[in-house]
């Protein structure tokens, strides 16, 4: 059995931790390669954070294309060659003319939570505009999804497969820049960075639309430092780089926005 108590140490999602440390000790046991389910990227992080620790075990991750956000993750005796191949993922295509009643993220989440599946069972959605979405999930949930899925919002949708090399993610885009603020709070760093008015960001952090570390943050007085990564929904993600203190004490902090 793996040494829970000290692993967990640090910790802060320790229930989600618990099952990937079972299902590592069931893959000592077994001599299989185990997959979890879904991990958000702080639940990623902790399982990562804890395996750094190990020696018996290996594990790789993968979400269906390298900036994917939630992923799995592949487990196995550290004997064993493993590889991203061994991620078992599924791709739907989710088709409709939103052209009149646009759906958003949340929306295309929300219908498919609602036909009784776990967040855990669904990976990335990528929103196609008006075409509608495609969604990675485990492989099990596909049959059920082509039968179950079909309405989002008002608009009736036909639920497909579709192999892993269709899915239409585009790369992202960098843009380097540098700000000087008063602070390092969160409002004022994240509207220099998106390019938005500090009480649009405000209220965006407030509605709980805003990630720093993967951890939701709902204080726009929050202080960030160098190395910190925000996430705002549907702006991208923005990392802080070096901070340095100016002549007249003020912060000149680079970032990089990821588009």
């Known amino acids: 059995m793996l040494p829970r108590e000290d692993l967990l140490k640090g910790i802060d999602d320790r229930d989600s931790a618990v099952r990937v440390i079972d299902q590592a ?20 992080a902790n ?11 290996s594990i790789v991750a993968w979400g269906g294309y390298p900036q994917a956000e ?26 409709g003319n939103f052209l009149f009643d646009p759906a958003s993220h949340r929306d295309f989440l929300g219908a498919i939570l609602g036909t009784g599946i776990v967040r855990e069972k ?3 959605i990528i929103v196609l505009g008006e075409r509608g979405a495609q969604v990675v999930v485990v492989p099990e949930m596909v049959e059920f999804l082509e039968m179950s899925l079909t ?20 790369e992202p885009k960098k843009k380097e820049m540098t700000t000087v603020e008063a602070s390092l709070r969160l409002d004022a760093i994240a509207s220099a ?12 952090i407030n509605s709980g639309d805003v990630r720093v570390n993967w951890k939701d943050v709902t204080q726009a007085s929050h202080l960030l430092k160098s190395g910190d990564l925000v996430a ?7 990392e ?20």
């Open 193 to 204: 960075g998106f390019g938005m008015s500090r009480s649009k960001m405000a209220d965006l």
């Open 151 to 170: 309405q989002v919002r008002s608009v009736p949708v036909k639920v497909r497969s579709i192999n892993l090399d269709e899915l239409k993610v585009r």
């Open 70 to 95: 939630r992923q799995r993750v592949a487990i196995a005796r550290v004997d064993l060659p493993l590889d991203a191949s061994q991620v078992s993922l599924a791709v739907l295509d989710i088709a």
């Open 232 to 238: 705002v929904r549907s702006k991208g993600r923005l």
């Open 240 to 259: 802080v780089g070096e901070v340095a203190i100016t002549k007249k004490e003020r912060y000149r902090v680079q970032l990089t926005r990821l588009m």
């Open 47 to 57: 399982v990562q954070q804890m395996f750094r620790r190990l020696t018996e075990v």
């Open 122 to 124: 669904v990976g990335d």
């Open 25 to 44: 000790d069931q893959a000592i046991r077994t001599w299989e390669v185990v997959s979890t389910d879904f991990l958000s990227p702080l639940e990623l």
